[in-house]
């Protein structure tokens, strides 16, 4: 078949998907939004890549205005009117898209079903929840009329999908009280890409040019934004003076967290743009102590995929997230780290005091780490179950006539 494998994100692990699936024999056509501010996964076809696999880059004309509701909308829009254009233009077989805000996914089913596609909407999150905990605050006066209205689009979407992937098994029962038929449910977790994230000793040749000093080394790798607080980062670099707090990430809340480290004098804090897929490795190794957190208000439906990465780099991790999340569960049911509610910072820092001061037990979690990493993101496996989902709802279009 020929699948289109849309991730507005660009992440790693969904292009380690179409790679997988271009290898089982399929022509796949992977799409993303190149303007989007979020860490990259490897996004060009390299030595080795089947024949049959392509990548495709949607830009915009103008900068993509993240922090500007209106001229976000729009551009959401047009972004999706693009993938719309080029689903018109392939004609695949199957789209899957992910990661899509609902304007843009509104653009990619329809044109799915004009190009009698079967559509699956890989559900990486609940977006009208975040949207009722954020936009009413924003804007007081229509904001709830907002919310409701992508609630009833998200919901109207994942009914009209011919399948839904969801990331965890918290979503079923949400899905199904929204009308969602149980059977057009499957649940993948999500990943990280093993051949790409190997280990890497801490004494890494690009982690020693990367890092400062010899003490302790905290690091956060990856978006920051209205999920995550960031007075984490500003309570572990007071707590700890001589440790490196080095956050990897850009974006409004990145320059606001380098801002107030240098109001307080933070020096130990540093704050420095994503880098190159390539290096994540070594930057990931480079460091001793993995750090992730989330707020309530989405904590219980987003997944911090930045957690798998750490996983899969065998490092330990310091989370404050909600219990029910399904990172904090795995976490403590692998022992690969150590979460906090999301309001104790003095439990917070008790448990980063506590891995910073035994060695064994970061090594422990660490190797704890990579064995789940192992195990669970094999994605032979992983290409096997999502060809499951594409093979019991769609055949070649020769054939459906």
């Known amino acids: ?49 089947p024949d049959t696999f392509a990548i495709e880059a949607i830009t915009l004309d103008t900068p993509f205005a993240k922090a500007t509701f209106v001229a976000r909308w729009r551009q959401e829009n047009e972004v999706g009117r693009r993938i719309a254009a080029r689903i018109a233009a392939l004609r695949p077989d199957v789209v899957i898209s992910s990661n899509a805000p609902l304007d843009t996914q509104r653009h990619i089913r329809r044109a799915s079903r004009k190009a009698d596609a ?29 919310a409701r209205w992508y609630e009833h689009l998200e919901f109207a979407l994942l009914r009209g999908s011919d399948r839904v992937v969801a990331i965890t098994d918290d979503f079923r029962p949400i899905l199904i009280a929204h009308g969602v038929a149980e059977s057009r449910i499957a ?3 999500n990943w990280a890409p093993l051949d790409e994230i190997p280990l890497m000793p801490r004494e890494n040749a690009w982690a020693q040019a990367y890092y400062t000093g010899d003490g302790m080394r905290f690091l956060y790798s990856g978006t920051l934004g209205y999920k995550h607080n960031p007075h984490w980062l500003l309570a572990l670099a007071r707590r700890f003076p001589d440790a490196q707090v080095c956050v990897t990430s850009q974006g409004e809340v990145a320059d606001k967290v380098a801002a107030d480290a240098a109001a307080e004098g933070l020096a130990n804090l540093t704050v420095r743009p994503w880098v190159p897929f390539a290096d994540l490795p070594a930057l990931l190794g480079g460091a001793d102590v993995m750090v992730a957190f989330i707020e309530p208000d989405a904590g219980v439906f987003s997944v911090p995929s930045k957690v798998l990465s750490y996983l899969a780099a065998g490092r330990p991790v310091l989370g404050a997230m909600p219990r029910q999340n399904l990172a904090a569960r ?40 990579r064995r789940y990493a192992l195990r669970a993101f094999d994605i032979e496996n992983i290409g096997a179950r999502f060809q499951g989902v594409i093979a019991d709802q769609a055949a070649p279009k020769e054939k459906r006539a």
């Not at 975040?130 to 709830?144: N, Q, S, Y």
């Not at 820092?349 to 506590?354: F, G």
């Open 187 to 189: 649940v993948i977790e």
């Open 1 to 49: 078949m020929h699948i289109l494998i849309s991730d507005y994100s660009g992440h790693p692990f969904q292009v380690q998907l179409s790679r997988e699936l271009a290898r089982r024999g399929h022509r796949v056509t992977h799409m993303h939004f190149a303007g989007f501010q979020t860490p990259k996964g490897n996004l060009t076809v390299r030595p080795g890549d």
């Open 330 to 369: 795995l976490l403590e049911r692998q022992q690969a780290g150590l979460v906090s509610d999301c309001g104790d910072t003095a439990d917070f820092l008790a448990k980063a005091a506590r891995l910073a001061g035994d060695a064994a037990l970061r090594g422990t979690m660490g190797e704890n780490a």
């Open 118 to 146: 079967k559509f699956v909407f890989w559900l990486q999150d609940i977006y009208s929840r975040a949207i009722t905990a954020v936009v009413p605050k924003k804007l007081p006066v229509i904001g709830h009329a907002i």
